[in-house]
Structures are given as C-alpha cells and as structure tokens.
C-alpha cells in the first residue's frame, strides 16, 4: 500500500557467529534510515527500520524472511551476509515477491528477479585482484587458500581455470581448504612457507572467511612471511576484520575490494564522518558491504522515486539502470542482471588498520551473475528486462534455463 | 631493478670507504622538489626517486624513507592552521580522523591535521622491499653483530654483481663467524645461480637456507653436469636433515596445538571433572580472560608485554570472580542435579556472549603480540619454532604443574575430592562445603581465564571465542578420564599431535574428522578414557 | 499413581490410550490442530483470529522440534543416556527427505540438468553419486527418513553400548559423532552441497510447497507424527521394558545381573529415538525450506537437551512443552527485542532451573513425584552394587 | 484392538531368537565347581587358588575374615570379574567363564549384593516385576502383560519380605533393612538354580533372623543356596557345611562345630570370645 | 551430652519421628533399638544435621538436664564436627576414590588440637587400614571399609560417637575388639557414644543405657540391664 512509512527489513545476524561481520550492516541501515528521515523521506513517506535477528542460524533466516515479508510487511529487505543464508532466504523472497538487498561479495552463479547483488561478484573482486598479482608483482605460484564453502569453492574453481588459461602450471598452484573458525595453521602456515620456497614468487589468495582470519595472520607473521616474500590477497578482510587484528606484522598484505576507506573521496569522508557520529566511536570503520548497503540504499530510494511507488513489480522495474554515486567517487548502476558495476581496488594493510589502494581498474567492472570460467555456467547470461526476464537466459540452447514455465509465460 | 643496483654500487662504496654516510644536508627547495617528485611519480618512476634522495647524501633521507616505506610520508593538500598546502609532512598517529604530523623537513612536531587534508604518498610491496634491501645493506656496517647478521642472512639470494666484490671485501674483514659463514653463503648463492660455479656447491652443501636450496635445485637442472651432479649430491644431505626437520616440526606443532587444548580443557577438568558441574559458561570463563587481556593492553598502552604479564594475575582473577558469581547464583542451587547445571549455565553462556556484544562490541579486539613474543626463535635454519607458542607450551605446563600441587598437595585438593564424592558425609566430617565448591569453582574457572590470557595471543578476542573451545574442551576432559588431571595433559597433547600428524596427508577438516573418529573408537576400547577410574569403587 | 497396577496387564500399545497423560496431551494437540486449522482455512485474511500461513509453517517447526524433544527425552529421560548428538539424527532424517526434495526439482533447477541438483552442474559432477539413486521415489526416500539415521544409531549404539561406553562418555562420544558428521557434510566432496546444503525445493508428493494447502498439510503431518511418536515412546515408557530402561537408567550393573542385556535394551530404544529424530527432521526439511550441516551442530544437540530439561525431563510431555516454549521465546525474542535477547533466554534458562527444578511440567498438577530428577549416572561417580 | 494386540504379539514368533536354554547338567552331582581360581588387583592376590564345590541342592555357609576375598567370588561367579586363571563351571556343561553377567543370570544364578542395590526410581513391587523370571529380551519385555498368576506371586514375595505395605512406594526411600529384604525378595522372584547372598541379615533384628534362616533352608534342597554372613548366631542355625576362607583361599571346610573349633579359624576369624 | 526433647521430622509428606526424647548420658554408651525402618538412622541424622527437623531441640554439652547446652538445631552440618561429634553412618559413607589414608585424613581438620597426623592409635585398632593405606577406599570389602568409616570417625577424637549399626559385615573377632574399644575410649576418655544396634548380645555386652523406638517414637528405655525379654517381644519381634 502507498501510504504510511515504507517499512524495511533489516535481516542481519545479531547475534551467533556471524553477528561479528553483520551486527555492523543493521547499524549502518539504520544510519541511513535516519539520514534520510531526516531528509524528509521518500516522497513524503517515512521509512521504518524492522530489525530482526536471524541469529546466525540458517533455517531461522528464512523464517524471519518470512516474518518480515508476511507478517511485518516490510516493502524491502536488506541483509544476509554468508552465501548459504541468502540460500535459506531465496525461495521465500522469491514465494512472497519481496524485494531483497545483498551486500556481501559472492560466489556469482544466481540471479533471481527479486533479489539485488549490491557486493562484488567474482569477476569485480578476484579476477582483478589476481591479474594484478599477475601482471604487476610478477607472481607465479597460486596458493589459493579457502575457508571450506561454497564461496571460496567456487571462487577458487573460478580462478583455477583462469589461471591455467593464463599458462599457469597444475603444480604452481596449491588449493587448500580449512574448516570454520580454523584456529591451528601451524602446518598450512608452514607449507605455504615450503610451497614459496621453490624460487618463484609466491603469493596466497585468501578466500578464508571471518574469524579463521586472525590466527591465519598470526601464524604468518609468526612464522615469518613476510608481504615483500609471499603477498596474501585477501576478499574476506576488510576494514572490520583488521581492527579485530594487530596489523603491524601484516603491513603489505593485500585486499581486493569495491571501496576501503582509505578512499580519498568526499562522499567517503562525508559517509565516515557520518558513521562515526553514529557510532560515536571515533574508532569506528567503515567497509565494503558498507558501502555496498550505501549504495544498495540509494538506489532502492531512486527507484520508488522513479516508479513512484512501492509496489515491488513497480520498484523491481524501474530500479534496473538506477545510478547513484558510490562512496569511491564514481558512480554505480543497477544492471539488468540485478548486479551492479564497481570500480575494483586493490590495497595493501597499513600498520593502522587502514589499505593504501595501490591498484585499481581503470573503470568500473559490471557484475557477472554467470562465470565465464565455469563450464556450467559460461553460456548463461541473466536480464530481468522484458522480453527476455530470465535469470539464467542459455545463449546457446535459446532457452530460459531451469525457469522453463517463466520463459512460456 | 637496474636503478636499484646502481644506488646498491653506491651505497656499498660509501660504506667501505667511509666510517658512515657523509652527512650533508640539501638544501630545503632541493629537498621539497624531490618530495613532490616522489608523491606525483607513478610506482614505476618511484623507484629512480627513492635512488635520488637516498643518494642525496641529505641527512634526513633516511627518516623519510623510512617514513615512505612505512606509508607515513604525507602531503598537506590545502592550507590549514598548522601548515600550508604541498608541506610534506610525516605521520606521527594516524588513527583516527585527525591526525599528528611533523614537518618532513624540519622534523618538528607540528600539531594536527584533518585526513581528508592529508595525502599520503603511495608505496606498494615492491618498492618496500627496495627499500629493505637498502636499509639492510647500511645495516652491514652497524656496530652490532646481531644486527649485522640479521642484514648478512637478509642479502641471501639477492646478491648481485654491483655488491659481490665489495661484499667479499667486507667478508674477509668480518670477525665474527655467524655473521662471516652468512656472507659467505650469501656470495655462494649468488656464484651457484650466476657463475654455475661448481666449488661453491660445496659451501652450500648441508644449507637449511631456502634460497640456497633454490640455488641447488636449479643448479641440479643445469647442464652442466659437474655441476648438476654436485648439485644434486648437495641436496641428499639437505633433504635428509629436512626430513629431520620436518618431523621435528610435525612434532612441535602437535605438542603446540596440544598444549592449547590443554589449556582450555585444564579448567574444565576442575570445574567438570572433579566437581561435576556440566559447565557450558567454560568457554566464556576462557573468553573473560582473553578480554581481560585486551583491556589490560588498553590501560597499558605501549606496554602491550608488560599488560599481558599482568593479564595473568588479572585474568585469572576476573575469570575467577565471574566462577564465584555463577557459583553463588545458580550453582550452588543445584547441588545433587548435576546435568541440570548443563541448563542453566548454558543460559549464563549465552547471556555472557551477548553481555560482551552489547557492552563492548560485537566485533572482535585487538590484541596485541609483545615484541618477546612474536617470531621465532630459530634451530636451525630450516627449524623455526614460533615463539607465542613456546611459550604457550611452557605456560600450559605451568599451570598444569600448578593446579596438579593445587589438587595433590594441598588441603583443598582433598576436600574437594571428598566433597564431590559424598558430601553429606564431608560435611559431616567437618568440612565446610561450600567453601570448598566456591574455592574450586573459583579455581577452575580463574584457570580458564588464564586460558583466555594464552589464547589472545594466537586467536580472535571476540564474543564467540567461548564457543570454539567449549566442545574441544569437554573432548580432551573426557578422553583423558574424568577426574584425572594427568588424563587431561596427555589426552591434550596426544590429540593434538595426532591431528597435526594426519594434517599433511589428509587436510585439516578431514585430519578433524579423523581425530573424532578415533575418538569415538578409543572410548569403545577404553569406555572411561584414557585414566580410567579403577577398580570397584568406579565400576559399580 | 498412574502407573497402577492394574494397567501392567495391558498390552504394551493400548495402554498409552487409558492414561490420563496421553489422553489429554493428545486431546490438547488434536485440538490444537483442529483450531488452527480452521482458523487458517475459514477466516478471513483481514481477520484478527486468521493464522497466516506463516504462523502455520512456523506452527509445523515448532512441532517438529517438539517430536525431536520427545525423542531425546526417550533415550535421556528414561534410559538416562544423554545424547549430545541427537541433532544427527534429525539432520540425517532431513537429509534424506532434503536429497526427495532436490530430486524432484528435475529440470527447473538454475542450470536445467534433468538430473543434477544445481550444486553439482556448479561444481562440476559428471554425474549423480550412488547413493543420490533412489532418492527420486518417494517411497524410497521416506524408508531412508527412517533408516538413515537408524541405521547409523543401531552401529553407532551397538558399538557403544557392547562396549559398556557410558554417562559422560556416552554423551561426549555422541557428541564427537554429530561433529564429525557437521564436517563430514560441509565438505563440498562429500555430495550434499556442502555448507549451503540443500535448498531451493519446489514440490514434495506433487504438491507445490509454496501453496497454503501443502503448508497446512505438511503442518497437520507433523502433528500427527507427533502423536504418534508420543504414544510409541509413552508405549514404551509404560510397558515393562520401560521399567527395564529405568533400571538401566539408576543401576546398569544391577539390571545385567537379573539377567537383562542392558546393551539391547538401549540399543533398541536409542535406535527407535533416532528414527523418531529422523521423522522429526524429514518434516522439518520441507517447511523451512533448507537442510545444510549446521543441523549437525553439536551447539544445535545440546539445545535439544536444554528444551527437555526445561520442560521437564522423564515425563515425555515436558519434552514437548520444553522445545515449544523455547522456540517460541526465540521467535518472539528475536523479532521484539532483537538485540537483547539472549539476554532474555538466557535468564529463562537459568531461572527455570533454579526455581523449577522438575521444569515447567512440574508446575502442571498431576505431576508425578515419582519422576526422578536426578541421575547418578551422568556425573561420573555412580555408585552401586559396589561390594 | 484386537488387530492389534495380534500385532504386537507377532514378535513372539521369533522363534529362532530364542536361546536354545540347556537345562543345566547336575547329572554328576555338583551345581557349582570352581577349580584353581586366581585372581589379583594391582599384584594384590584377592582370591588365592580357590577350590570349592557346591551340590545341587545344598546349604552352604561361607564366612571368612574381611577381605578374604568372600565378595570377590561371588563376583567372579556371576560374570562381574573374570579370574586370572582358573576354570569355573556351572552344572557340568557350562563354563562361567566364557558368559556374560545377563547370560548367567538367565542360566539361573541369582545374587544379593553386600551392600543392598535396588532400582531406586522404581516402585517396591516394580522392583519384583522386573526380576521375576521371564522371557528377558527385548521385544518380549516390551509387550509383556501381566497376568493373575505373576500378580500373585510377587504379592505372595511381598508378603514373605513384608513390603506389602510400601508396595508402590519408590525403593530409593526404603531404610537400610527394608532394601535388604527387598534384594532377597527380588532373589525370589528370580527363581534361580544357584541363590549367592552376601551378608542377608546385616541390620536385621533377632526375630528377622530367625525369618530369614527360616526361608533360606525351606529354599535349600530345590535350589542351591550360598550364604556369605559375619554373623555367627545366624550361621549356626543355618548351616550345614561352612567353609571358611581366608586370604582368597580355602582354610577349613566342615560341619559348624568343627569349623568354630579350628584353631586356625578361631586365631583369624572367630576370636577367643565366639 | 546430648538431648533430644520433642524432636518431629518429616519426609515430604511422611512424618517418619514423632515427638521423640531422648538422652545420652556423658560418659556412657546409649543404644537405640528397633525394628527396620522404624527412624533409627534417621534419628542419627537429624543429630548430625544430614536431616532437617521440624521441631523440637537437640541439646549438645552442658550438664544432666542440658543446661549450658548448645542447641545442634541451629548448627550447620558442618559445624558438628568441629564441636567434637563423631558420625559412623549405615552404609559405610566412605569416600570410595580416595585412597584410605586420604579418608582417615579427611577428618583432620576437624580436630580441637589442629594436628595434621592420622593417630597411630587408629592404626593399632585396625591394622588393616595401615596395610591398605593406598589402596581406594571403594576398592576395600565391605568389612574393611567399615572398618575404614569408624577409623575415620576416631581420627576427629569425638566426644561423642554416633554409631549406625557399627558391627555390620564385621568379622566376629573385630566386632568384638570394636565393642572392647568402645569401652576403653569411655572409660580412659570419657567418650560419650550413641550407638544403633540390632544385635542384642553386642548391645548387653558393651551398653549402658538402651532406648527402643517404634514407628518413629520412643517407646521405652533405660538401663541394659531393665531390658527385658518382654520388651524385646513387644516392639523388636514382628
Ligand atoms: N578392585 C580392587 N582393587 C584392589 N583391591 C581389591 C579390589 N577388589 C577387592 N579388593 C581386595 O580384595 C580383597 C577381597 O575383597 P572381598 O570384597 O572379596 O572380601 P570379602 O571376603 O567379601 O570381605 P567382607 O567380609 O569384608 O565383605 C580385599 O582385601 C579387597 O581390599
Ligand atoms: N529420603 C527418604 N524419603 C522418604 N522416606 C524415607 C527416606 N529415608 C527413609 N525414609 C523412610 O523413613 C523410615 C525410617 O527410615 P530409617 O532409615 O530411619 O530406618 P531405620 O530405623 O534406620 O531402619 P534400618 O534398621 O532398616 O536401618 C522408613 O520407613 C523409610 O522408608
Ligand atoms: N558470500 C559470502 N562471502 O559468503
Ligand atoms: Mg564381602
Ligand atoms: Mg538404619
């Protein structure tokens, strides 16, 4: 219904393990609810924060979807952070037609019509970071180390292949996976060590998710790899995660994100100098998914301007081709495929906690729902525009993949 | 990388022929145009102006790239009050939205600027490690001989034909052996990969060293025979102490990973094993001293050794106070329903979680690792062994040693056997109960709390540190034999040293899964663990 | 009494129907059901007695942990064997219902393989594991609900019990189990789909699982294997071999030496307990949409213990008051108060076991004094027919 | 209702499942041989080559110093401690060593503990049920019934242990002697060949004594009974042949005036005021 | 020495002692008799605080008529003790995983002369506790912990003993000696002992006064010698 305040969903875990990474994206909505309340709304309406807590439990994620969408009717909802969670939530955005926003880098391979991928997919975060490595540093041997899930499974996939494309030997690359929480990397540290210790230049690519991150870099530093010896590429660590680790031995290690908030850029300054007074902590940083529900927010606002209402049909229309400036200084659009474009930086650890962006693409990169670089998925293309309105189009077959009885509609 | 070894060529006949760097200071404008070429290069032109001002002779070269190499060199990019647009400064702080600069040129203090007013000059890994290379070859002719050797291991493999004669030089004027045996592998190195030459092979034989084993093992794939077959005969000897070395490692990682485990079921032998508390809140107990750790570090800022040290007693305390709070509450309310302890401490577990979340943080904290502590302390030079961990290994066995006299010797460790067992009848004897559940309660969990103290110095200090342990930690109480303190060392240990046995072949999470496996097997053989209570008294 | 004399000579199935117990416990759901039932069905959407579908769903979850809770108050209540693994089971029943599930999406998944879930397609499988055949029939995949995790409890139990593995042990050793599943099955190797499990279903039995009507089918499923697996455990509670468990429960040395063979006895209840889990987890797959390892979380197996205590342990009811008051504090904890409310819980836990030691059963009337709160067993320092 | 009571009664054709249950083989006389039995804890020697016979159908009295290992036989012979060495036989057929504790529980042997083990959470009369002698597998507890004639017969049991009136009250609130006798009247039910009671009448008065020595002889004859006891008073009226043990072996086996004349007994056991 | 006026207690529901007087003359040995389950052990408990009474009051020290007494119903258990009360319970009550020196041990602190040394003297009474001194309580025979829980009750030096049926499972000879040690420690000691015994020949022996409960009241008492026959007809025959 058009009238009364535009209620949003805040799906994010507060508590459980993944309340360390998400508890941060409930305060930033609500920062940006307020802001714009302040700002008097969207045309003339106030926004509602529902907050939740999906506890970090699975199941219970798609039953608070659920509950939000049924129950709360909330007209929007932003949140999830692991990949399997927004599993858990999918089909119930999909049965009820909401509107969901995630902000969390991923492993690609999904597009559904009634869910935005405001983070990076692999080919906006790890394609780039590893051309980098490749090209710039002169890297030739892959560790490629993940926490064991799907994410990094098919990241790593991904990149496999492409490294081998780029004429990278099977035994220049070790792939290593590591259980949850992984607290003992004594002997991982110390193969990595013998690994890097045949002569050519090594470097790690980081898929370990969380809280496995802390001892990871102790270890290394322990154990002495040093970033001018074996660089470690990051996509999980961002500005959070370091302020939970002492990073004067890490300095030089790598990450590849969309935003860090080193960012030299007013809308930046402006966003941080909001967050801290938020917060009120000076201390406060400020990270890609962040920037990512920033951007998210924004859009969704330029869409129920555009359409004029918030009637989901109506929002998931006119959002497509959206732009709104992101927090880098540039610009970010909704794409057909319900991803957006981003400009790709790679920044090296400071002894503060902070990346110093050393590398960044030339231009924004637009988000790729399909790998190219995954047998399976290398023909699909996704556009929620109509005619064509498929997730999963097969350019090949000319047919609308799995979604056969959307495609007779 | 030519650019490089020219200023390299410089460097070193400045140093052999001068007792140090000329001192010369360059003029102001000289020194702020070649600042301003710094900050306005791509990485690619960095390289030839880092050359520039480190061969400017300039006095206070040294202090900016230093700076440079730590990314604290900064250009002012409009006027404030401190200091006018395009002043280069250097970062004293730079947390926090404003930060604390000196003036690059004076090295004076100059107060506070805004970071959207500051631009730092970009370094990247590569110019960083130009930069160490140049530091560390200054470092060559430094009084100390630590310093010197550290300097003459760091130039392995990166020897080049602008060094090797001075460096040769330098080494036959060395008097000390470690420093002079460096060098020359150093030079070794550099005549494997560079000459092909066969004599130095022999230098190299029975290295440890990984850049002159990777100078052996391309030598091997030369064609040149000779030299291949030396090569080759080199590394026999080098593999086999590698082997050596390797299952030392295994060894030491095991024992490393068992002592953690130790650590964090030690407490839980007390307040579990003997008391027979189900204790779920073990892991906050642990939790609370990690904690208690990063705010010692917070009130001791600077002093991050001299805060952990003092983290033991205070962790220990503050643990212990949280066990007599639980004790007093909800425990001693439950004696003779011991799985109904179960209930309500995992409601004061997750209670405690969520306390940490709202009144510190959800995120996790920063904790630091004392200089002493970080590193490694060197065997030999293929055997590292990471010091926060040694001494994570000697702290466990000091607490265990500890609470072993604590259980064995004292009067308390009596008493609390004899309450556990019958405590009408302890009672009745005289023995004031609920003292000694208080004290031992206290005991155990003040022992997690020290736990949390070890564990901050290897893993994350956050709200979910509790839940990482919690179930390790019942595992190693119980495969060891409840009640048995000695049980509970070698259950630790073994299980951590048969995990990092099976690690290399079988990957961490299945290496995991095997460990429970086993587990599982083991109690089938031995149904009341590895100490089983004996004899009639435990069979029933 | 309840437990009268006169009610021994019943045969061991009817009995339940004369108890009191059973009588109102099953009255109370029926009706329940009925009332939710009709409320969903008859009123109006806009009403304010109208049950959502979303309450329906969340209704049928609530009773699947209410099955999973009797099940674990069966083998812990009555035989005093604390599983901290029962998760397992019920995961493994999800499981098997989750694979039903996946296989009837047949060609509407992402990638459109007739055959392969979308994981595998998106990791490369060449084709379907061995033991993903079957799963397509229904009748196959509801005999492995019962098997799977029988199975595994009846090696699992046989092992375990022939060696006399007991009290903390026992638990700690079914803990290991559960964990070593959890990771077994986050392993993307091991053909479940790893951490992200099994999602995405479309229709269970024919029926599309986003329509109203199969959620209240699926709810009222749940209820009556509810009931039914009360009376099964009620049957065995009441019958002598009930008694029997009792005896394992206080005196496992004693019971041997009148000639039972006390590793049987639990071996059978154990397993029947697993099957029961395992029916508890297959109905649960399919209403909240999603099966992945954290089911096997050893955290997860412990909280099943902690409804049964709170709700009152030995009495099978309090299992089921246990599990739904708690799941309905966390729903209702976790929408109002979302940022305080382990807090909230928490404090629950503690009180109602400071305060109520027989848990809240204890405050329904009738409640027997009888039932025995306390096990020596589980602290390790049993003593008994000891010289 | 009927359906289902065949159903569940289905069990019952399984037959296979029932052990082929020997009767035991008393053919040659004695019920119970122990032969050269050895058995030590931590190197201490509890039981020293022990020798001792019981006949089908005897009485036998067996006292002996604390720790002569009295209790520990017992143990051996019902399957709680398996021997070092040492051959123990039950009728001429079965070998106790190779058994579990249920299997010879089920061949017939029934004990009292010394220190009485009832099932505390179970009622008194629940308590007889469970160790009344039945079909004691699984499936056929399960469905058990209770018909007149087992009612009868523990309340007859109730009567003889005078409990009748404590009958549905839990066993873990019974005194010291009340457990006692609620043991013995477990023993009972059990029916066994062979009845091994530790220590029957501590904390009984006079009069239960009497009660007691009463029901242990009316047994003996149909079954054999082994009765360990300290009590002197109750042993003589009881017994027939006493054997007395001392450090895990035989010292005197005979009629009680010759036994309670031994010097040997008298220095270790007896004492000059017996 | 000790008290006993109008003492009720209760089970739950279930008053198990009504009313119940009782004294223990100091110096002497007074033995409670009856039938099982009539509340011996209970009566036992309630003086040593293991059972809460309802009513009544336990009136420890002082003199005849109990003036200057203490009243034990407001002590705690653990208190008892140290007020010199020595408690051999039924069952034994030995503290099975500890080794038996540690058991005697565990008495000490209980001691009025705080020393840290087991008493020889408990040695010499029973010498097996000295040659099993390591060995597990619960792993002694049933005897021999018996032995091991009045050992232990000593090591405290009570001034009053509370025996719970002390001679059960006993070899006769040592039965005997634990009579004859009785006697000496009230004699050289002035011990005062409470003692529960059902056998009538240890309790002529070795008595002085008896007191025979029925249904948890008293029903008679007096000196050993006024036990009749017929007393022992009417309320410890069934
Ligand atoms: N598990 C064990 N470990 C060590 N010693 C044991 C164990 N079991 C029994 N003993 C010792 O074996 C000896 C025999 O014990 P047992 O209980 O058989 O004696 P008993 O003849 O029954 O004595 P009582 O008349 O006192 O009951 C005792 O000295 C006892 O301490
Ligand atoms: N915990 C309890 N709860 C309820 N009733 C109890 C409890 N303990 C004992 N009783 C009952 O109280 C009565 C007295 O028990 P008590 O143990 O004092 O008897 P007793 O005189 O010592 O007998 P015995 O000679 O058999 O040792 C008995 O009828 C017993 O059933
Ligand atoms: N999508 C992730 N990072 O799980
Ligand atoms: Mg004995
Ligand atoms: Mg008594």
Known sequence: ADEGPIKVGILHSLSGTMAISEST?????????????????????????????????????????????????????????????????????????????????????????????????????????????????????????????????????????????????????????????????????????????????????????????????????????????????????????????????????????????????????????????YTGKEDAVTNDPMEAHYI?????????????????????????????????????????????????????????????????????????????????????????????????????????????????? | MSITRSLKQLLMACLLTLPALVHAQASDEQAQSLLKQLADASYAEKGRIINDIAGSGDERARQWLEAFADGKLARVEEDTDVAPADTFVIVLENRGRDWTVADALTGDEIGEISRRNLDSIRINNALRGELDGILSVIDLKVDDPEQRLAAARGLRGSVDDAMVENLSELMAEEENNSVKAALEEAIAIYRVEELGDVDAVETLSGSLNSQARAALNAASRSDDAALAKAAKEA??????????????????????????????????????????????????????????????????????????????????????????????????????????????????????????????????RTVITPEWMSGSFMVNEGLFLTLNRLYIIGFSLVVFAGLMLIMRKTRLGLEVRAVTQNRAMARSMGIKATRVDIMTFALGSGVAGLAGVALSQITNVGPNLGQNYIIDSFMVVVFGGVGNLWGTLVAGLSLGTINQLLEPWAGAVLAKILVLVFIILFIQKRPRGLFPQKGRAAEG | MSTTNTSYSQSWLTRPFTERSTQIFLGVLFAAMAVVTFLHVAMPQDSALYVSSYTVTLLGKYLCYALLAVAVDLVWGYLGILSLGHGAFFALGGYAMGMYL?????????????????????????????????????????????????ILA?????????????????????????????????????????????????????????????????????????????????????????????????????????????????????????????????????????????????????????????????????????????????????????????????????????????????????????????????????????? | ??????????????????????????????????????????????????????????????????????????????????????????????????????????????????????????????????????DKRVLPTLTARMNGETKDRIEEVLGTIGLTELRNREAGILSHGQKQWLEIGMLLMQKPRLLLVDEPVAGMTEQEMERTAELLTSLAGKQSVVVVEHDMGFVRSIARTVTVLHQGSVLAEGSMDQVSNDPKVIEVYLGEGA | MLKIEKLNQFYGESHTLWDLDLDVPKGQCTCVMGRNGVGKTTLMKCVMGEELVKDGRIIYGGDESGAGGEDLTRRRLEDRAALGIGYVPQGRQIFPLLTVE???????????????????????????????????????????????????????????????????????????????????????????????????????????????????????????????????????TV
């Open chain 1, 296 to 409: 998210g927010f924004n859009m969704y606002i330029e869409a129920v301007k555009k359409a004029g209402t918030t009637d989901v049909d109506a929002v998931k229309d006119a959002i497509i081709g959206v732009s709104v400036p992101n927090l880098t200084g540039g610009y970010a659009t909704m794409m057909p495929n319900h991803h957006i474009t981003k400009p790709v930086l790679i920044g090296e650890i400071q002894d503060n906690g902070q990346f110093s962006v050393v590398w960044q693409t030339p231009s924004t990169v637009a988000g790729d729902a399909w790998s190219d670089f995954l047998p399976g998925s290398k023909d699909l293309i996704s556009d929620w525009r109509k005619p064509l309105f498929c997730g999963n189009y097969n350019v090949v077959e000319k047919t609308c993949g799995g979604k056969a009885e959307v495609a007779a509609q």
């Open chain 2, 235 to 364: 590394m026999v000897s080098i593999e086999q102490k590698l082997k050596m070395n390797r299952a030392a490692e295994t060894l030491y990682f095991g024992l490393s990973l068992g002592s953690v485990l130790v650590l964090a079921a030690i407490g839980l032998a007390i307040t579990f094993g003997v008391m027979g508390v189900i204790n779920m809140a073990h892991g906050e107990l642990i939790m609370l001293g990690a904690y208690t750790t990063w705010g010692m570090q917070q009130l001791l800022p600077g002093q991050p050794g001299l805060a952990l040290i003092l983290s033991i007693p205070a962790g220990f305390l503050v643990a212990a106070l949280a066990g007599i709070a639980i004790e007093r509450s909800v425990i001693q309310f439950l004696k003779g329903r011991p799985l109904e302890t179960l209930l309500a401490t995992f409601g004061i577990s997750l209670i405690l979680q969520q306390l940490v979340r709202t009144v510190i943080s959800p995120l996790n």
């Open chain 3, 102 to 150: 996946m296989r009837q999406i047949g060609d509407r998944g992402v990638y459109g393989d007739p055959v392969l879930p979308d994981f595998m397609v998106f990791l490369n499988w060449e084709s379907l594991p061995w033991y993903w055949h079957g799963f397509d029939m229904a009748w196959f995949a509801f005999v492995m609900v019962l098997l799977a995790p029988g």
């Open chain 3, 154 to 387: 009846l090696v699992f139990g046989f092992l375990a019990f022939r060696s006399r593995v007991t009290g903390v042990y026992l638990s700690i050793i079914t803990q290991a189990l559960t964990f070593a599943l959890m990771l077994a099955f986050f392993r993307n190797e091991m053909g479940f789909g790893g951490n992200n499990g099994l999602t995405d279903f479309k229709d269970i039995l024919g029926f599309d699982l986003r329509t109203d009507a199969t959620r209240l089918g699926l709810f009222l499923a749940t209820g009556v294997a509810l009931a039914i697996g009360y009376v099964i455990c009620r049957a065995i509670v009441g019958s002598k071999l009930g008694r029997v468990s009792v005896a394992c429960r206080d005196a496992e040395a004693r019971t041997r030496f009148i000639g039972y063979r006390v590793e049987r006895v639990q071996l059978f209840v154990f397993v029947v307990s697993a099957m029961l889990a395992g029916v508890a987890g297959s109905l649960y797959v399919p209403q909240v949409g999603i099966i992945n390892p954290s089911e096997f979380s050893p955290l997860f197996s412990i909280e099943i213990v902690v409804w049964v205590a709170l709700g009152g342990r030995a009495t099978l009811y309090g299992a089921v008051i246990g599990a739904l008051i708690v799941n309905y504090a966390k729903t209702v904890f976790t929408g109002v108060m979302p940022d305080a409310w382990l807090f909230a819980l928490g404090a629950l836990f503690v009180l109602v076991t400071v305060f109520l030691p027989k848990g809240i059963a204890g405050l329904l009337p009738g409640f027997r004094k009888k039932q025995q709160d306390d096990d020596p067993k589980t602290t390790g320092t049993e003593r008994e027919a000891t010289a």
């Open chain 4, 1 to 134: 209702m009927s359906i289902m009571t065949e159903l569940t009664q289905r069990d019952r054709v399984f037959d296979f499942l029932t052990p082929t249950a020997s009767p035991v083989d008393v053919r040659h006389g004695p019920i119970l041989y122990l032969e050269d039995v050895t058995v030590s804890f931590d190197g201490f020697k509890a039981i020293n080559n022990l020798n001792l016979t019981i006949d089908d159908g005897e009485l036998r009295c067996i006292i002996g110093p604390n720790g002569a290992g009295k209790t520990t036989m017992m143990d051996i012979i019902t399957g709680k401690t398996r021997p070092d060495v040492g051959s123990v036989w039950f009728g001429s057929r079965h070998n106790l060593l190779t058994m579990n504790e249920p299997d010879i529980a089920s061949l017939g042997i029934g004990r009292k503990f010394q220190k009485p083990t009832v099932f505390e959470a179970l009622t008194v009369f629940e308590n007889l049920e469970l160790a009344m002698a039945a």
């Open chain 1, 25 to 277: 994206l409930k305060d930033t909505m609500l920062m940006l609810i307020e802001k714009q309340n302040a700002e008097g709304g969207v045309m003339g309406r106030q926004l509602e924060p529902v907050v939740v807590d999906p506890a970090s439990n699975w199941p219970l994620f798609a039953e608070k979807a659920r509950e939000l969408l049924a129950k709360e009717k909330v007209d929007v909802i932003f949140g999830n952070w692991t990949s399997v969670s927004r599993k858990s939530v999918l089909p119930v955005v999909e049965e009820l037609n909401g509107l969901l926003f995630y902000p969390v880098q991923y492993e690609g391979e999904e597009s559904s019509e009634n869910v935005f991928y405001t983070g990076a997919a692999p080919n906006q975060q790890a394609i780039p970071a590893v051309d980098y490595l490749m090209n710039e540093v002169g890297v030739k041997r892959w560790v490629l180390a993940g926490t064991d899930y799907v994410y990094p499974r098919t990241t790593n996939k991904i990149l496999e292949t492409y490294l081998k494309d780029h004429g990278v030997a099977q035994e220049d690359i070790m792939i290593n996976y590591t259980p949850f929480g992984h607290s003992n990397w004594q002997s991982i540290v110390s193969d990595i060590k013998k690994f890097g210790s045949a002569g050519k230049k090594t470097a790690v690519v980081s898929t370990i998710n969380g809280d496995a991150n802390v001892p990871f870099y102790r270890e290394l530093a322990n154990q002495g790899i040093d970033a001018a010896d074996i660089p470690v590429v990051a996509f999980s660590v961002g500005e959070q995660e370091l302020s939970g680790i002492d990073t004067g031995p890490l300095v030089g290690h790598l990450a590849a994100w969309n935003y860090f908030m080193s960012v030299d850029a007013d809308a930046n300054y402006d966003f941080i100098d909001q967050w801290i007074e």
């Open chain 5, 102 to 236: 540690e058991n005697l041990r565990v008495g000490l602190a209980a001691r009025a002369d705080g020393s840290k040394q087991i008493p020889e003297r408990i040695y010499e009474l029973f010498p097996v506790l000295k040659e099993m001194k390591n060995r597990r309580g619960g792993d002694l025979s049933g005897g021999q912990q018996q032995q091991l829980a009045i050992g232990r009750a000593l090591v405290i030096e009570p001034k009053l003993l509370i025996l719970d049926e002390p001679g059960e499972g006993i070899q006769p000879n040592i039965v005997a000696q634990i009579g004859e040690v009785i006697r000496r420690l009230i004699e050289e000691d002035n011990l005062t002992v409470l003692l529960v015994e059902q056998k009538l020949p240890f309790a002529r022996k070795y008595a002085d006064k008896f007191a025979i409960m029925d249904r948890g009241r008293r029903v008679a008492e007096g000196d050993i010698a006024e036990l009749s026959d017929e007393l022992i007809k009417q309320h410890l």
